[in-house]
Structure formats: structure tokens, C-alpha cells
């Protein structure tokens, strides 16, 4: 094994999470739901809340590290950072980000956070109203489009149009999500469950995408607790390992006005070999997959360029069956993801891939072993994660 | 009937909508003064004659500093499209829905556009369909490239 590697070496060792709630409905500050999440994961770990010295997060997160680090007390901060990119994309990087920290002996407990207040602040869905714009944003706002919605609903229908792909595998994501969330109690669509004919009469956002097709928005935070691998042998859960996570993008994915050169990419097809390179396992070894559903055309390329199937394969293999726990090929987003349990930027998915690691998911994969987090199709950069136990 | 259908507007989305200006740094300036024009220009390399949009500082394939800006006929074709119902933006919400199309040039290397099909907004549009641009003046003084289906 190359030297250079995080494979193993490194657990989630602590999961946190406040209670998810409608988007603008938390009673308390964002701030604050982050420092209760971190403080949970602490709990949920076994050590003080003052034995984390590092702290990583993404996509722009708000509460800033030192505040985070100042509030809470810690004695010393030895690492901090910030995954570079919008949406869910560094969810699984920052985990990867922590890990390589440990590794190499910068920190040796590393918290990664996500916290959402939208009442407080504004909401992702909606565009600002500039008056004028320049740069990127110029050559698409103008016209409309101006949503990750939008973007990736575009992607979306060339993929579909390339491969033969009906509504079918969209509306499949979907229920699978929905139907995993009525299981889970702390799921916001917990007791509303998905018929494919609610799928199909919900009004459309933007074609191919219904309603359904599209994340939550919610408030709400989450934290994880990473450490060394023989550290979390000592605490009280039983370690989740981390056996490998890639983060970055393909070529020139950020060229603007939809000019990425592989266009309906997910952006993980240089990711995800390197990913199962560094875990030294094949897509067929991936027990569940946490896939981060911003909108289900970006889980279906997710899914194939993960290697679950080819393209042309994609109308047999994304069905309710093969995508729902516990029986399913590759059971997803099994505590109802983005979609149905809460949006919390793709967090509460990592915490749920490590529960299905633990065996204390409210949809439990017989014996999972080696479980897959997949953050921010469609966006760049992204990341991914695999876990074992 | 969706707004875009009113014989009062000349623009296909309604006014309000945020009005694209050339950065400061002069990058783009070019793009949006020979909009006005009515001319289409994309980047192109001086030096190996690589095709680039949007615009950047340098040739990402030979990394020369040295890149013209080249008139494209305004002859494209569909490479994706969508209907949008859901408006995202305050001046949208009588407009929808309205079709946004992602064009490829193809005497430009099939860089690509993002404008909207003109026309009715309920038909469904055939991938690589052959469009042209359409220069849509803005009494803002800007102007935007649109797409209309090309004559046969
Ligand atoms: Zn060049």
C-alpha cells in the first residue's frame, strides 16, 4: 500500500444532529443549531467537546471557524478549512479533508459541520434580484436561468436524450427516497409517502424535473467527529473507518455558459476511480449509497458513473426495487437524503452512511459493510467517501 | 396565456430581469459592444486557433495570452433544452413557461450559448435542431442573443 493514502487510518468516531426542521421554522439561531450539533456529536463520540482541535466544513458555511472554536472553548485550534465550491459538492471532502488532516498529524480530532437557518437568511432557490450582472452569471441570468435547478434539468435531458432514458428512473429516485423516509421518524416527509401518480401529477419546476424531483430546503445542522483510526477503537461507538474519498473535477467543468466539454457528466468520472482505487474494492462490493440528491437526474449519472451500471443500462437497473433498502442492488439515500429526510447540504447523508456502518439505520441494510456518500452531482468541484466497518 | 405571448413586450422575458453588463476588467466587453452590433463573436486563439466561450485570458489548450475575438455566422444547433414553470426570479412570475435552449455553434468548435427559442413556449423542441441568433435590442441598451428555429 502506498504510503500516501488516508485508507483506514482514519473513523467517524461521532455523529450529531438537531432536530430537522421546515425551511424558516428553527426557534433558534443558526449559530447556535451548529454549536448543539457539535456538541451532540461530542456526546455521541464520548470526549469532551474541548478534545476537538480541527474543524472543516463547505460550501461557504456561515459560521465561521474561529467563532465555532472561540464559543465552544477550545484550547487549541490546529486546523482549519474550507472545501472550495457551492451546493453539497465538498460534503464528503470535508470528511476526506479531516481524515488527511489526522493523517498527517496536523490535528488529531476534527469536527466537520453544516448548519441551515433560512429564515434567518436567504433561501438557495430563489435568484436575487440584481438590477445588473456581469461575468458568468451574464450569459444565462438574462434569460432565466439562473437555478441549479435549471442547470442541471438541462444536463439532465441531454443525458436522457443520449441514452434513451424515460421519466421512469427519475421518478424511481424519488419514491426510494420518500419510501425510506417513512421509517424515519426525524424525516420531514416522514408520514407522507410518494405514489408514482403524486409523482407524476405534481407541477413541474422545469422539465424533466417535477416537483418531487427536487431537494428540500430546511433548517436545521449536523456534525461529525473524525479521528484517528486507533483513537475511535478506545471511545464509545463502535468506529466507522474511512477507506477512501476523492474530491476534485473533470476538465474544465467550470467553463461558463454550459460549456463544460463533457456535459451531462456528474463530474465523477475522475473521481470515482481513484475513490475505488484508494478503497481497493469495485462498485459490486458497495453495500448502500448515500447519493445527495440536489435534483434526481444528477443521482442517475451519479449512479453510473460510479460504475453501479452503464448507460444504456439505466431504465433496468434505477428501479423502486433495486434502489430501496433492504432487499434492493444498491439500496439509496436510505434515511429519505435531500429529498425526504432533510437538506442539510448533504451531511445528514455522510451521518447516515455511518449509521448504516454502525447497524442503526431506521432502514438497515442486512450486514452493510461498506457503505458510499456521493456529494454534489453536477456541481464542481465534488467529492465522494466510502466507509466500512 | 404566459406574458412572453404579449403582443406589447418586443422581448421574449419580461422586463426586470437583471441586465448583463461587461465585467470591469474589460474581459467581455467586446462579447456585449458587438451584441449591440448585432454581430456574434466568440474567443479565438491566435495561436493554435483553439475556440473559447465564455470568455477567458488565456487559451486553455496552448496557454498563449494572445486571443481575438472571431465573427461566428449565428448558425447554431439545439444541444439541450428545457421548459421552465417554476419562476425562480420576481419578474418571471407571469412569464412561465418559457423554454431555455443550450445552442452549439458549429462554425465555432460547437462552443455553446445559453438563450431562449422564441416562439411558442409549449412545443417541444428537437434536439439538434438548426436555429439562428436573434439579436433582442433591451431599452436598458443592452442586447441579448436569442434563438429562433432556422428557415429550411
Ligand atoms: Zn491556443
Redesign the pocket.
Given at each position: 500500500m502506498s504510503e500516501f493514502t488516508i485508507k483506514d487510518k482514519t473513523a467517524i468516531a461521532g455523529l450529531g444532529e438537531t432536530q430537522y426542521y421546515k425551511r424558516g421554522a428553527a426557534p433558534v439561531s443558526e449559530f447556535r443549531l451548529a454549536l448543539e450539533a457539535i456538541q451532540r456529536a461530542a456526546d455521541d463520540a464520548g470526549i469532551p467537546v474541548t478534545a476537538i482541535d480541527g474543524i472543516a466544513s463547505y460550501s461557504n458555511d456561515r459560521n465561521d471557524s474561529i467563532r465555532v472554536a472561540t464559543a465552544l472553548g477550545l484550547p487549541e485550534l490546529r486546523f482549519t478549512n474550507m472545501f472550495w465550491g457551492g451546493g453539497g459538492g465538498g460534503g464528503s471532502g470535508a470528511i476526506g479533508n479531516a481524515a488527511a488532516a489526522i493523517v498527517a498529524g496536523f490535528a488529531t480530532c476534527v469536527v466537520v459541520y453544516r448548519a441551515l437557518a433560512q429564515g434567518q437568511f436567504g433561501r438557495f432557490g430563489a435568484t436575487p434580484s440584481m438590477r445588473t450582472i456581469s461575468g458568468p452569471i451574464a450569459y444565462t441570468w438574462p434569460y432565466g436561468m439562473s437555478t441549479p435547478a435549471q442547470w442541471i434539468a438541462l444536463r439532465t435531458r441531454r443525458f436522457m436524450y443520449d441514452h434513451h432514458i424515460t421519466q421512469d428512473p427519475l421518478a424511481a429516485i424519488a419514491m426510494a427516497c420518500y419510501h425510506h423516509a417513512q421509517s424515519n421518524p426525524r424525516a420531514i416527509m416522514y408520514g407522507r409517502p410518494l405514489t408514482r401518480q403524486a409523482y407524476d401529477d405534481s407541477r413541474w419546476i422545469v422539465e424533466p424535473f417535477h416537483l418531487y424531483d427536487c431537494c428540500l430546503e430546511n433548517d436545521g445542522a449536523a456534525a461529525v467527529i473524525v479521528t484517528s483510526a486507533d483513537r475511535a477503537r478506545d471511545l464509545k461507538q463502535k468506529p466507522v473507518y474511512i477507506m477512501a474519498s476523492a474530491q476534485g473535477s473533470d476538465f474544465r467543468q467550470g467553463a461558463a455558459a454550459e460549456n463544460g466539454p463533457d456535459y451531462a457528466t456528474s463530474n465523477f468520472k475522475t473521481l470515482a476511480p481513484r475513490l475505488y482505487a484508494m478503497a481497493g474494492i469495485e462498485p459490486r462490493d458497495v453495500d448502500v449509497a448515500q447519493v445527495y440528491e440536489n435534483f434526481t437526474g444528477a443521482v442517475m449519472t451519479s449512479i453510473v458513473e460510479h460504475g453501479f451500471c452503464r448507460p444504456d443500462e439505466v431504465m433496468d437497473f434505477c428501479t423502486f426495487e433495486n434502489l430501496t433498502a433492504p432487499n434492493g442492488k444498491l439500496p439509496i439515500n436510505t434515511s429519505g437524503g435531500n429529498l425526504a429526510e432533510c437538506y442539510m447540504h448533504g451531511l445528514e447523508l455522510i451521518i447516515e452512511a455511518a449509521r448504516q456502518v454502525r447497524g442503526t439505520s431506521t432502514c438497515q441494510v442486512k450486514d452493510a459493510e461498506i457503505s458510499m456518500v456521493v456529494s454534489g452531482p453536477m456541481v464542481a468541484p465534488v467529492s465522494d467517501l466510502i466507509l466500512r466497518r | 396565456m404566459a406574458s412572453n405571448e404579449n403582443t406589447e413586450s418586443k422581448t421574449y422575458l419580461p422586463a426586470g430581469m437583471p441586465a448583463p453588463e461587461p465585467t470591469r476588467d474589460g474581459l467581455d466587453r467586446e462579447f456585449w459592444e458587438a451584441a449591440k452590433r448585432h454581430e456574434l463573436v466568440v474567443q479565438k486563439?491566435?495561436?493554435?486557433?483553439?475556440f473559447q466561450f465564455a470568455p477567458e485570458w488565456i487559451?486553455?489548450?496552448?496557454?498563449?495570452l494572445?486571443?481575438k475575438w472571431h465573427r461566428v455566422s449565428g448558425a447554431g444547433r439545439i444541444y439541450s433544452w428545457e421548459r421552465v414553470w417554476h419562476p425562480a426570479h420576481p419578474a418571471l412570475k407571469s412569464a412561465c413557461p418559457y423554454i431555455v435552449v443550450v445552442v452549439e455553434l458549429p462554425d465555432a468548435a460547437n462552443v455553446r450559448m445559453v438563450g431562449n427559442l422564441l416562439g411558442n413556449p409549449k412545443i417541444d423542441v428537437a434536439f439538434d435542431a438548426e436555429v439562428e441568433a436573434i439579436f433582442e435590442d433591451h431599452p436598458e441598451g443592452f442586447t441579448l442573443i436569442q434563438w429562433q428555429i432556422a428557415p429550411r
Open positions: - | 486563439c491566435n495561436s493554435c486557433g483553439t487559451c486553455h489548450k496552448c496557454h498563449t494572445d486571443l
